[in-house]
């Protein structure tokens, strides 16, 4: 009696746990289903390193961060040795690496090409150029979206009160900042770990 207890209980307990990795599985799967490519690359992609800074005031007293901004529009934005400011989608473009500088409390950045050596800047227009000379125009602040994407507007120049912001078209084109808003996905970026970073700066 007592062996055949054993046995049938241990039947139902591991029957109860595949009933459960089945459910845990499928609640996975419909929470995943909900995102987009974009959300499912950033989810996958993003570190443990980059899922704690979120939380935290890192960004305060000078830090310092190598990393590729992919938009939403499925570019990697680039900085190359002419200022030009452009997407690629090859993500080994030595000119996609950037660094990306804290310059002063509340998430105040500055965003340096690394083969380039040019900071990304913004006219009082909303032109994006690349500026060999850190000045003003090179300060964006950094801002959490609830997608987990970031954006980052100028904190020198707005139009008619209202934020502009870096971006890149559907094009990888980069968009004059009075065009730009919050909402729009070209204005929405992933900051990106790079990998092999002194072999493709080189």
């Given at each position: 009696?007592?062996?055949?207890?054993?046995?049938?209980?241990?039947?139902?307990?591991?029957?109860?746990?595949?009933?459960?990795?089945?459910?845990?599985?499928?609640?996975?799967?419909?929470?995943?289903?909900?995102?987009?490519?974009?959300?499912?690359?950033?989810?996958?992609?993003?570190?443990?390193?980059?899922r704690h800074t979120r939380?935290?005031?890192?960004?305060?007293?000078?830090?310092?961060?190598?990393?590729?901004?992919?938009?939403?529009?499925?570019?990697?934005?680039?900085?190359?040795?002419?200022?030009?400011?452009?997407?690629?989608?090859?993500?080994?473009?030595?000119?996609?690496?950037?660094?990306?500088?804290?310059?002063?409390?509340?998430?105040?950045?500055?965003?340096?090409?690394?083969?380039?050596?040019?900071?990304?800047?913004?006219?009082?227009?909303?032109?994006?150029?690349?500026?060999?000379?850190?000045?003003?125009?090179?300060?964006?602040?950094?801002?959490?979206?609830?997608?987990?994407?970031?954006?980052?507007?100028?904190?020198?120049?707005?139009?008619?009160?209202?934020?502009?912001?870096?971006?890149?078209?559907?094009?990888?084109?980069?968009?004059?900042?009075?065009?730009?808003?919050r909402e729009h996905v070209?204005?929405?970026?992933?900051?990106?770990?790079?990998?092999?970073?002194?072999?493709?700066?080189?």
């Amino acid at each position: 009696m007592r062996k055949w207890m054993l046995t049938w209980n241990l039947t139902y307990l591991f029957s109860g746990l595949y009933l459960h990795a089945v459910f845990l599985l499928g609640s996975v799967c419909v929470v995943y289903s909900d995102c987009t490519p974009a959300q499912l690359a950033a989810i996958m992609n993003c570190s443990r390193h980059e899922r704690h800074t979120r939380n935290y005031d890192y960004m305060e007293g000078g830090d310092v961060r190598i990393r590729q901004l992919f938009s939403r529009t499925q570019w990697f934005l680039t900085i190359d040795e002419k200022g030009n400011i452009n997407g690629t989608q090859d993500p080994t473009n030595c000119y996609s690496i950037l660094e990306i500088r804290t310059v002063s409390e509340g998430g105040i950045l500055a965003i340096k090409g690394i083969k380039s050596q040019h900071y990304i800047s913004m006219n009082k227009g909303g032109q994006l150029q690349g500026k060999r000379t850190y000045n003003e125009n090179c300060n964006f602040k950094e801002v959490f979206l609830e997608n987990y994407f970031n954006a980052y507007s100028s904190t020198k120049w707005t139009k008619n009160g209202r934020e502009m912001f870096i971006a890149l078209s559907q094009k990888g084109r980069p968009m004059r900042g009075r065009k730009t808003r919050r909402e729009h996905v070209a204005s929405h970026f992933i900051p990106m770990k790079c990998r092999d970073e002194e072999r493709r700066t080189d």
